[in-house]
């Protein structure tokens, strides 16, 4: 049992540049997270969703996409990634049902030069 | 909408020493509320929760927290600290019925010698 893991674990990329951050559960939950942490800032939540084929906008969204074609798997894009997206993104997992408590990945570490 | 302060930013604590990190919620009926720990490079590790009942909860590692309703806390306790508590830690506010979670901005500890 994995719990949450997140691809890749480190990346570079450049201003205008394009990457899928994929992030993958085994613990069956319904309800998938994505996150961003930056100094002093705490997480941000960026994008979220409740179901398979279903994604919603959180706090932040601007500048990225989703998908969850599979329950499983959740997956954050950046079309053309800026330097304000150098971060680092955490994926999180939950259950359906209340309290809703998460479960999070090991976190990717995004550099847009 | 529910919102987290975490009026600490950094604390540095004595090993053997007692701990209380604060957070401070607001929200208008009865609160999810978790505390998570992140030890650097890593993810966030769930200690304790509280959803109802007993408004003294026992988390892992030895921490407990407790829900004031009247002050809108719920403050994490340890009462000796160990060189490895040294990590930041979340506090995080669900509601019922809302799948998301508002996390506070983090306090960092430190564990001096």
């Known amino acids: 049992n994995a719990g949450v893991t997140q691809t890749p674990k480190f990346r570079v990329l450049k201003t205008g540049q394009s990457m899928t951050l994929l992030c993958a559960q085994d613990?069956?939950?319904?309800?998938m997270y994505w996150y961003r942490q930056d100094p002093g800032m705490g997480l941000r939540l960026i994008h979220y969703?409740?179901?398979?084929?279903?994604?919603a906008k959180g706090e932040v969204p601007d500048g990225y996409n989703v998908s969850r074609l599979k329950k499983q798997n959740f997956l954050l894009g950046l079309e053309s990634a800026a330097p304000s997206q150098t971060s680092v993104y955490f994926c999180a997992s939950s259950y359906s049902g209340e309290p809703y408590e998460q479960y999070f990945g090991p976190g990717t570490r995004l550099t847009v030069t | 909408a529910q919102s987290v302060t975490q009026p600490d930013i950094h604390i540095t604590v004595s090993e053997g020493a007692s701990l209380e990190l604060r957070c401070n919620y607001s929200?208008?009926?009865?609160?999810?509320l978790f505390w998570y720990v992140q030890s650097p490079g890593q993810g966030l590790q769930l200690l304790l929760k509280y959803f109802s009942g007993d408004t003294l909860v026992q988390g892992i590692k030895g921490f407990e927290a407790e829900f004031k309703r009247s002050q809108s806390s719920f403050n994490l306790r340890k009462p000796s600290v160990h060189w490895s508590d040294a990590a930041e830690y979340f506090c995080a506010v669900g509601a019922r019925g809302f799948q998301k979670l508002v996390f506070g901005t983090g306090t960092r500890l430190l564990v001096s010698p």
């Open positions: 929200y208008g009926a009865t609160p999810y």
């Open positions: 613990m069956n939950h319904e309800y």
């Open positions: 969703s409740v179901g398979e084929g279903t994604t």
